[in-house]
């Protein structure tokens, strides 16, 4: 009997710890001045693919998977401001594949706790640009790019632009 | 004839090995120097006391605000140090900045409140400049004093942030403010939006500053 309250003590404390511990992560984003550079420094990490194959010389689907950090946002293809800087994906001339066509996720409304007034829209957690490549024949190691502007709920990082590496296989 | 003219050649070869080599160190050491400038005024955030937001804890607190000589919208030079004997807002913000533009009513309004008492706000432009390409570089101030107009900015807005980054610890994040006393002594930084009233009771902290 003992034993099975010890037990149960022990499950309830656990069970209040978590319930803290997510509370006050709720409460703010990051739980260090260290958590917050590592998250600012790399805002939009590119998941996948790594490599794909296409038939050479004709137009083809490729899903390109981000994640943005936890607790930041980044604006989307389609802000609703023009002042604010859109994220956009880009393939270099010379990489000899070329950007057909890239359809971006529609942004989704995000107001800031200080201006509830103010719509963005915005790209947070995962989001997936849906492109159209066309590749020569051969393997092409390509570095596209990806220009984003990120902030968290009270201040904006200037924009960047990450190597988006991408091996592509013209069959 | 023939041999010294070698031998001059290998002297000059090493001469011109010497120079190269005082040459790159000089420049790892003026690298060195500005890194470690940039890393001694970065600040860090803080869990303030409730521990429900991290608060800026800038190095420069309590020590001379670096000074700077920037362009204003204008092509005037404004230098930090012609405005001894006034408090200072330093307000680094850029155009593409949403919450810059939350807080810049109220720096206005602030001010407009406390000019008379020798306070004045510099807003910095945190903006990319093409500083090497006329036509762009003309349209980004274009771009700049629009929107400074739009917002209704009636304080100096200076450009190129970028320039004077290193001694104020980086401008990573925007909104960022330092608030220097009479004397061009900083005494409270920010980063990041925080409310009118914090702003104020900074302004006001410059202003009777001793320091």
């Known amino acids: 009997m003992l034993n099975l309250q010890s037990t149960w003590r022990g499950t309830f404390a656990a069970a209040a710890l978590m319930l803290a511990a997510t509370a006050a992560s709720a409460q703010f984003p990051f739980n260090s001045s260290q958590d917050h550079a590592a998250a600012k420094n790399n805002a939009v990490q590119y998941l996948y693919p790594e490599q794909v194959t296409v038939p050479a010389g004709k137009p083809s689907a490729v899903e390109m998977h981000f994640r943005v950090a936890h607790g930041l946002h980044i604006n989307s293809h389609t802000p609703k401001d023009s002042y604010l800087i859109p994220t956009v994906l880009s393939v270099p001339a010379s990489s000899g594949v070329r950007l057909d066509n890239a359809t971006y996720p529609p942004g989704t409304d995000f107001t800031l706790p200080l201006d509830p007034n103010t719509k963005l829209s915005v790209y947070t957690g ?5 492109t159209r490549i066309v590749a020569q024949r051969g393997n092409h190691l390509v570095q596209a ?11 904006c990082m200037p924009p960047k632009t990450i190597t988006v590496p991408i091996d592509v296989i013209g069959k | 004839m023939k041999r010294n003219t070698i031998v001059l050649f290998v002297v000059l070869f090493i001469l011109a090995i010497f120079g190269w080599a005082g040459w790159a160190n000089w420049k790892y050491r003026q690298q060195a120097a500005e890194r470690r400038l940039a890393l001694s005024a970065k600040g860090e955030l803080v869990p303030d006391a409730a521990g429900d937001t991290l608060q800026y804890n800038s190095p420069l607190i309590n020590k001379p605000a670096p000074d700077f000589t920037l362009e204003d919208l204008h092509g005037n030079k404004v230098s930090l140090s012609s405005y001894k004997g006034k408090a200072v807002l330093i307000n680094f913000w ?10 810049t009513p109220w720096i206005i309004a602030l001010r407009n ?7 004045e706000v510099l807003g910095i432009s945190a903006d990319d400049l093409d500083l090497n390409d006329k036509q762009k570089l003309s349209e980004e101030k274009q771009q ?8 209704h900015i009636p304080y ?15 401008l990573d994040d925007l909104p960022t403010s330092f608030y220097i ?8 930084a920010q980063v990041g939006i925080t409310s009118e009233d914090e702003i104020e009771g900074n302004i006001r902290k410059a202003l009777e500053s001793k320091n």
């Not at chain 2, 700049?144 to 917002?151: H, L, P, R």
């Not at chain 2, 006393?181 to 409270?188: L, P």
């Open chain 1, 126 to 130: 995962e989001f997936t640009i849906f």
């Open chain 1, 145 to 155: 790019q990806l220009r984003y502007q990120a902030c968290d709920n009270n201040a």
């Open chain 2, 94 to 103: 850029a155009t593409w900045c949403a919450p810059c533009k939350i807080e």
């Open chain 2, 113 to 119: 409140k406390y000019s008379s008492q020798g306070f």
């Open chain 2, 144 to 151: 700049i004093a629009q929107t400074a107009q739009q917002m």
């Open chain 2, 156 to 170: 100096p807005v200076l450009l190129n942030a970028d320039s004077i980054s290193k001694p104020y610890g980086g």
């Open chain 2, 181 to 188: 006393s009479r004397n061009g002594t900083v005494v409270a």
